[in-house]
């Protein structure tokens, strides 16, 4: 687990790194294309605004998202069951107790948020609450708790955050350079062939960055779901809770009423324990938010 969690924080800086650098040869290509005078500077702000986004992020991510959710802070005297659930499972973990959101809900879900141990939360539903017991609770709990103690929040957002300014800034030039064109290189034959390497680069760029994206953001959702099933046994030392726990939320779950409630969108549906607007939750698939939820049982009943 100390591996996955340094590994996790590894991965982190390299995604950022290459994702900056995408983000740097898309705005570079099709500025430099559309007017080379100007490629530096827009390049530039491009980063500026990057890295902006980046560090916003990382310090309101958790509050945009459970405002999202329309979560509610869980208050200790009217949700005792819970706060307790919560503080004994984060004792066990040998974390801080995260701070307590509800979703008013029947349906059933969870997810967990925030930048670190220090600063995170867990959020439930209502539904979950009145549909599982103690030891299924217990078992969402820790799942959750391992994403926010193996630094997969962290991951995520700062995954979520690049993939969108990425895509965001591929239309940008896409429609630019569709309506705008080549203005430089149109008054210079001399550099017409390397104007042109430079467009086919950043078209190339601008078609292939936002599907790069994609799964490189469903494919680190799927592996830490199976890495916080395991950490979450490990915490509790009963797999077998979880696993009574996901059977439960498949047999409840309803994508069209989620979609309906409007507390999960394609945003942040890839942070529940299981994927809200999902239909088919055993579905093997790279453009998945979540691993098939049968082979995540068949694993925690083998432990």
């Known amino acids: 687990m ?23 040869v898309v705005v570079y290509a099709i500025t430099y294309y559309m007017n080379e005078g100007n490629a530096i ?38 949700e005792p069951y819970l706060f307790n659930t919560i503080e004994g499972v984060a004792m066990a973990a040998n974390v ?4 307590m959101y509800v979703i008013e809900t029947d349906l059933l879900n969870a997810f967990a948020t925030g930048r670190d141990p220090q600063h995170s939360a867990i959020c439930v539903t209502r539904g979950l609450l009145e549909a599982l017991n103690r030891e299924e609770l217990e078992g969402v709990i820790a799942h959750e708790m391992s994403h926010i103690k193996n630094y997969d929040v962290l991951l995520s957002t700062i995954i ?33 062939g390397a104007g042109a390497i430079v467009a086919i680069v950043g078209l ?11 799964l490189v953001q469903l494919s680190l959702s799927r592996n830490r779901e199976y890495l916080a099933d395991a950490s979450a046994a490990q915490i509790l030392g009963y797999p077998l809770g979880l696993a009574s726990a996901l059977k439960k939320l498949q047999q409840a779950s309803d994508p069209k009423k989620a979609q ?12 529940f324990i299981i994927n809200p607007l999902e239909k088919n939750l055993n579905a093997s698939s790279m453009f998945s938010t979540h691993p098939p939820l049968a082979e995540r049982i068949k694993r925690l009943e083998a432990m």
């Open 2 to 24: 100390y591996n996955a969690v340094a590994k996790n924080k590894r991965k982190t800086v390299i995604f950022m790194i290459g994702f900056i650098i995408m983000i740097s």
């Open 260 to 271: 309906k409630q409007d507390f999960a969108n394609s945003a942040n549906a890839g942070l």
């Open 160 to 192: 979520v955050v690049l993939a969108g300014t990425l895509v965001f800034l591929s239309r940008i030039f896409m429609r630019a350079s569709f309506f705008g064109g080549s203005k430089s290189k149109s008054n210079n034959k001399d550099n017409s």
């Open 96 to 99: 801080p107790a995260p701070a």
């Open 204 to 214: 190339i760029l601008m078609i292939l960055a936002p599907i790069f994206a994609t």
């Open 41 to 78: 500077l827009f390049t530039g702000l491009a980063l500026v605004f990057t890295i902006g986004s980046c560090y916003f992020s990382y310090y309101n991510s958790d509050k945009l998202v459970l405002k999202m959710a329309h979560a509610r802070p869980v208050d200790k005297l009217k």
